[in-house]
């Protein structure tokens, strides 16, 4: 109990030099931990103190770790502030701008291999069916195409699953990169967000595998895709409704900065979420009303600028729509290529600060 006591007084006593105070005394804490206060308010959200940032809950504290703020990951040192550059998290490096937001942002990915991991034999792979489940060494794969299994984040018949670098699937309490935790039920398929529940996983590729015909070229109708299907930006609000912009180090004037669409090329902010309407999907062959299987992959030029990802829609119990979305991570300019079963259609994305 001295001991614990010792550690604890000692941990106050460190944050304590760590945490800037100012002559107004605006830091006050308690057993909970810290919060800052303006007038007879504290804050909540992002607060730039002394020029560094904070980043306080709805409850007040100040918050430490890994955070999601919109579609961007964020580190919390443990004074607080937020990181930016090269620092060391657990005895791996990682990389944020100079925003705070990770450079590695959209997927979350395994640290390390379960012990019985393993990749699947040629042998299993030659003797399944393509765009199938199998399973080997205890473990449950897909099978793409030939010798090609499914790794990382798939959407497969409108579920998402993911799988390790060997192929295999996960299950139950998944930990990525950032060290926050997601749920993936027994089937495998993506349950939520457990640190956090509002999180989605976003995915480049897309394939379905309930389709009886074999006549696999489509056709693709983009004169909806150019529309904002439920355009979101941090920019201009936090969760709880209150304006961030000043706290992100942007303009109030950057309220205009909702995303625009001109011909096939959207412009955007950096740190935008953007949805976009349907790509309708038909048979090339006119006389079948039977949809092939499809293999959809989002790609882009830059995705140090711009990542993409595809979602499904269904009609008619077939997956006939396919909607891409963007995360904009900095300035600059990508083209986005969306291919199904080799028929591709693109569209250019234009971020500015």
């Given at each position: 109990m001295i001991k614990k006591l010792v550690c604890s007084v000692i941990a106050t006593i460190s944050i304590i030099m760590?945490?800037?105070?100012?002559?107004?005394?605006?830091?006050?804490?308690?057993?909970?931990g810290w919060w800052y206060t303006e007038g007879s308010s504290y804050i909540t959200g992002w607060k730039q103190i002394n020029n560094l940032w904070y980043y306080f809950g709805a409850d007040g504290y100040m918050q430490k770790g890994w955070i999601k703020d919109g579609a961007w990951w964020y580190y919390l040192k443990d004074n607080g502030v937020m990181a930016t550059g090269k620092i060391s998290i657990k005895d791996k490096t990682y990389e944020f701008y100079d925003n705070g937001r990770w450079k590695n942002n959209y997927l979350?990915?395994?640290?390390?291999?379960?012990?019985?991991?393993?990749?699947?034999?040629?042998?299993?792979?030659?003797?399944?069916?393509?765009?199938?489940?199998?399973?080997?060494h205890g473990n449950k794969y897909f099978k793409i195409l030939g010798g090609i299994y499914a790794y990382g984040g798939w959407n497969i018949d409108g579920d998402l699953y993911v799988f390790d670098k060997n192929g295999v699937l996960q299950k139950g309490e998944y930990t990525g990169q950032s060290g926050n935790k997601y749920l993936l039920g027994e089937d495998g398929k993506f349950v939520k967000g457990i640190t956090y529940p509002e999180d989605e996983l976003w995915v480049e590729t897309a394939l379905t595998t309930k389709s009886t015909t074999d006549k696999n070229d489509v056709k693709l109708d983009d004169s909806n895709m150019m529309n904002l299907n439920d355009p979101y930006s941090k920019d201009l609000a936090a969760g709880n409704g209150t304006t961030i912009l000043q706290a992100l180090d942007y303009k109030l004037e950057n309220k205009k900065s909702k995303p625009k669409i001109e011909g096939k090329t959207l412009y955007c902010k950096v740190k935008q979420s953007i949805y976009l309407g349907n790509i309708k999907v038909s048979s090339e062959n006119s006389k079948s009303s039977a949809l092939p299987n499809l293999m959809v992959m989002a790609s882009s030029t830059d995705e140090n600028v711009v990542y993409s990802a595809v979602d499904l829609g269904l009609e008619d119990g077939f997956y006939k729509n396919i909607y891409p979305k963007i995360e904009a991570y900095k300035a600059g300019k990508a083209t986005i290529t969306i291919s199904v079963n080799g028929a591709k259609t693109t569209f250019d994305v234009i971020v500015t600060e």
């Open positions: 760590l945490i800037p105070i100012g002559a107004s005394a605006e830091w006050k804490s308690d057993n909970h979350p990915s395994r640290e390390s291999l379960k012990d019985n991991s393993m990749k699947p034999s040629a042998k299993t792979l030659e003797e399944t069916s393509d765009f199938s489940w199998f399973e080997e």
